[in-house]
């Protein structure tokens, strides 16, 4: 079993910035993947990044593309969802996720969930 701790989350002014860490404990991650998931109230939630471990291989949706940016660090099992450019649609809360076999941007092909974390981003 995987448990993934968040961080990072808080209040940003637009424009701004933010980095969220996800490190996961319990086993190694090291040919699956880690993905990043938003949700607003009274919306879906939404894939907004991911990244396959083993390689290292990037995805980003078009409404974060340019802004966001996931990166790992292997040593700590940790990944990184940089956040550049906010807006205030950003705001929601955001949730790592991981699967110790492949990448994927769906929601229900993650066996393992953060906590969440809350993103505020203020106009």
């Not at 996961?24 to 949700?39: E, P």
């Not at 894939?47 to 078009?62: C, L, Q």
């Not at 991981?98 to 505020?120: H, I, P």
Request: with cysteine; glycine share 14%.
């Amino acid at each position: 079993q995987v448990q993934l701790v968040e961080s990072g989350g808080g209040l940003v002014q637009a424009g701004g910035s933010l980095r969220l860490s996800c490190t996961a404990s319990g086993r190694t991650l090291t040919h699956g993947a880690m993905a990043w998931f938003r949700q607003a109230p009274g919306k879906e939630r939404e894939f907004v990044g991911g990244i396959s471990w083993g390689g290292g291989g990037t995805y980003y949706p078009p409404s974060v593309e340019g802004r966001f940016t996931i990166a790992r660090d292997n040593a700590s099992n940790t990944g990184y969802l940089q956040m550049a450019s906010l807006k205030p649609d950003d705001t929601a809360v955001y949730y790592c996720a991981a699967d110790e076999l492949s990448f994927s941007t769906e929601e229900k092909d993650y066996d393992y969930w953060g906590q969440g974390t809350q993103v505020t981003v203020s106009s």
